[in-house]
């Protein structure tokens, strides 16, 4: 049996092997960073190295203005972040992750998204020009689901204009593009390790020291006070080297990617023409319902997801195709494929003809 192909790296990515070395090579000693004796001084050491090598990555050497505080994922650093500042309105984009559109806040209106799945330039002004007291937005660097990159430079110069504070969540854009919280002036950048060859169980929030950020865990005080428990340490460790090893073929995968999609007929992608991550791609199959298509996939041992899903298993129509004025019925139909380092062409070959050999089988039924 040929082995499974996947490509579903935007839900996960598997760990890189020298990410793996770096944990494996972690001595089993009792680490905890807060204890005074040796052990722990150690532990601190190792936790600081993998601060350093995050902040080098994200170009923040000498960019003193700037820390960095370890979770335990992405989600978790997106809710310190939006949970954490003492805002009075908070502008959202419709088209953020659950972990940033689910949070609750007394003031938060969403700012929509054009057909072409970016920002609203016009309709973000109008909400800063309304907004009351101090003001967060959060808008992500990459969008999940379509890939597309928004215009976060854009959007925090408008910001600035309105004394609005900007957060980026950066998921899943570390680690496929270059991603320099400092070049993009936003406040405050999210990031998590599973996404980019590290482990699950660390993520990490990039904000400005000279804004006062609040904890949403409180106990012992770890992380300079703004995240208690104990730190995960191998999973930092891990994150540490995921960071420093972030090199990523952007031209081959996306050769692979586009290769792909020149190949499907009949497909409607979504956001093909915009600037997008180079790996992902959002395929439309006309009539064939997502959940049939993914089962169809992983019968025939193809990894794929639909957009948004499923935190519970259950597909749902993606709120993001939705916000773009999808028409319900065609983003019911929807599947991204997000290919990786590791993919190969006859990974694609393999996609391909399952895609075709589906098509041909539903156009038929339905003639
Ligand atoms: N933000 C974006 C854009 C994501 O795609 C994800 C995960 O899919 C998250 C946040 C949540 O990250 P984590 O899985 O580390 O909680």
Redesign the pocket.
């Known amino acids: 049996m040929e082995p499974r192909v996947y490509l579903d790296h ?3 990515t598997p760990l890189k092997s020298c990410v793996m070395e770096a944990m494996l090579a972690l001595p089993p000693l009792p680490y905890n960073p807060s204890s005074i004796h040796s052990y722990g001084r150690e532990a601190r050491r190792i936790v600081e190295e993998a601060r350093r090598q995050i902040k080098r990555a994200l170009k923040l050497e000498g960019h003193d203005g700037y820390e960095c505080v370890f979770t ?7 809710n310190l972040a939006l949970k954490g500042l003492n805002t009075q309105t908070l502008l959202v984009s419709a088209i ?5 559109l689910k949070i609750e806040h007394g003031n938060r209106k969403v700012i929509p998204v054009t057909s072409e799945g970016i920002v609203d330039l016009a309709a973000l002004e109008t909400l800063l020009a309304e907004a009351e007291g101090k003001i967060l937005v959060s808008v ?6 379509t890939g597309i990159l928004q215009p976060i430079r854009e959007i925090a110069e408008l910001a600035q204009r309105y004394d609005a504070l900007v957060h980026c ?5 570390f680690g496929k593009i270059d991603v320099a919280p400092v070049d993009l002036n936003v406040d405050l950048l ?1 990031i ?4 980019c060859g590290g482990p ?1 169980g ?2 990490a929030l990039i904000y400005k020291k000279k804004y006062p950020l609040s904890a949403i865990i409180t106990g012992g005080g770890q992380e300079r006070s703004l995240r208690s428990g104990t730190e995960n340490v191998p999973a930092i460790v891990g994150f540490g080297a995921a960071a420093a090893n972030l090199a990523y073929d952007a031209a081959g995968i996306s050769a692979l990617r586009d290769g792909l999609e020149t190949s499907l007929e009949g497909a409607r992608m979504i956001g093909k023409r915009m600037p997008r991550l180079p790996n992902t791609s959002y395929l439309v199959m006309p009539g064939v319902a997502s959940e049939t298509q993914l089962i169809d996939f992983d019968l025939k041992g193809v990894a794929v997801s639909a957009g948004s899903a499923c935190s519970s298993g259950k597909v749902t129509v993606s709120h993001v195709l939705l916000a773009m004025g999808v028409p319900e019925k065609e983003a019911a139909c929807a599947v991204r494929v997000s290919l990786g380092e590791g993919t190969s062409e006859n990974d694609i070959t393999r996609f391909i003809a399952v895609w075709k050999e589906l098509y041909a089988r539903s156009n038929k039924v339905a003639a």
């Not at 953020?96 to 940033?100: D, F, G, M, R």
């Not at 992500?140 to 689901?145: C, D, G, H, K, R």
């Not at 998590?192 to 996404?195: G, P, R, Y």
């Open positions: 935007n839900a996960t335990a994922s992405g989600t978790e650093a997106n953020e992750h659950a972990s940033v992500m660097l990459a969008n999940n689901e969540d950066a998921v899943q854009a999210t998590s390790a599973h996404k699950l660390a993520g």
